[in-house]
């Protein structure tokens, strides 16, 4: 199955690929990890998205474009992808149908989570990361077993730095200006999922679940 998971930043795109696959056992395609690794890495690449990521900005087509691209050609992507965080401008949604049709392959279906502004912003500030697996946490509603630490590897857990409040709103906003007229894109291409994103984690991924068994 080939999939997008489309919405605002800390709408639970990551934390739902996530579980999404390990049930289906198919890759979940970070754009935003892979960026952090470049940068962490200090790649190119890296040192070329440091400054619009720093800022909450998107970082420009051709370089995430490049990315999946690349991405989608590996054997892992050949029963089915999880896209989560991309693509995020019509451009991209664009040059990922070209490559798809290129690659002779579809996306079944756009996730697409919807959750209010004061929501996104109390996620967002308590977002928690792993310094190494880059598992994602919250301090509030979704804390690992030891403080500050990760349950899957037991690495130190570190904030974001664009998930502090002077970049959160930022990043807001690039979201309503270049990624929400997706939302229209996908509709008519009779893609779209809508999935209301306020509830439990667990009780979302049963929505996801029941949307993916009915298509
Ligand atoms: P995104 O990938 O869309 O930016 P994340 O999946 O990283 O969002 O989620 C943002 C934050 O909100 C994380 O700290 C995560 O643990 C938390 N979170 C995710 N889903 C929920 C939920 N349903 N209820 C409360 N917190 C959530
Ligand atoms: P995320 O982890 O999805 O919240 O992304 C973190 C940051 O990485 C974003 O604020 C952007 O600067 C950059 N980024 C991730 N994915 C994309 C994308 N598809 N297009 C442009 N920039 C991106």
Same mark, same amino acid.
């Given at each position: 199955?080939?999939?997008?998971?489309?919405?605002?930043?800390?709408?639970?795109?990551?934390?739902?690929?996530?579980?999404?696959? /390990?049930? #289906?056992?198919?890759?979940?395609? %970070?754009? +935003?990890? =892979? *960026?952090?690794?470049?940068? @962490? &890495?200090?790649?190119?690449?890296?040192?070329?998205?440091?400054?619009?990521?720093?800022?909450?900005?998107?970082?420009?087509?051709?370089?995430?474009?490049?990315?999946?691209? /690349?991405? #989608?050609?590996?054997?892992?992507? %050949?029963? +089915?992808? =999880? *896209?989560?965080?991309?693509? @995020? &401008?019509?451009?991209?949604?664009?040059?990922?149908?070209?490559?798809?049709?290129?690659?002779?392959?579809?996306i079944e279906h756009v996730l697409s989570?919807?959750?209010?502004? /004061?929501? #996104?912003?109390?996620?967002?500030?308590?977002?928690?990361?792993?310094?190494?697996?880059?598992?994602?946490?919250?301090?509030?509603?979704?804390?690992?077993?030891?403080?500050?630490?990760?349950?899957?590897?037991?690495?130190?857990?570190?904030?974001?730095?664009?998930?502090?409040? /002077?970049?959160?709103?930022?990043?807001?906003?690039?979201?309503?200006?270049?990624?929400?007229?997706?939302?229209?894109?996908?509709?008519?291409?009779?893609?779209?999922?809508?999935?209301?994103?306020?509830?439990?984690?667990?009780?979302?991924?049963?929505?996801?679940?029941?949307?993916?068994?009915?298509?």
């Open positions: 199955m080939n999939l997008i998971f489309l919405g605002p930043p800390g709408a639970g795109k990551g934390t739902q690929a996530n579980l999404l696959s /390990e049930t #289906l056992n198919i890759p979940q395609i %970070s754009t +935003g990890d =892979i *960026l952090r690794n470049s940068v @962490r &890495t200090g790649t190119p690449m890296g040192v070329r998205a440091k400054s619009y990521m720093d800022s909450g900005s998107l970082v420009p087509d051709e370089v995430v474009v490049g990315i999946v691209e /690349e991405r #989608l050609q590996g054997a892992d992507c %050949s029963r +089915g992808f =999880i *896209l989560d965080g991309f693509p @995020r &401008t019509v451009a991209q949604a664009d040059a990922l149908d070209l490559m798809l049709t290129r690659l002779g392959k579809q989570m919807t959750v209010d502004d /004061e929501e #996104l912003l109390t996620r967002i500030g308590g977002r928690r990361m792993c310094e190494k697996c880059g598992k994602g946490y919250h301090t509030l509603f979704d804390p690992p077993k030891i403080t500050d630490h990760c349950d899957q590897c037991g690495s130190k857990l570190y904030q974001r730095d664009d998930d502090k409040v /002077e970049t959160m709103r930022k990043r807001l906003d690039e979201y309503y200006q270049k990624t929400a007229p997706l939302i229209q894109y996908y509709s008519q291409k009779e893609l779209l999922r809508p999935i209301p994103g306020i509830g439990d984690i667990k009780d979302i991924q049963n929505r996801i679940v029941e949307v993916l068994k009915g298509s």
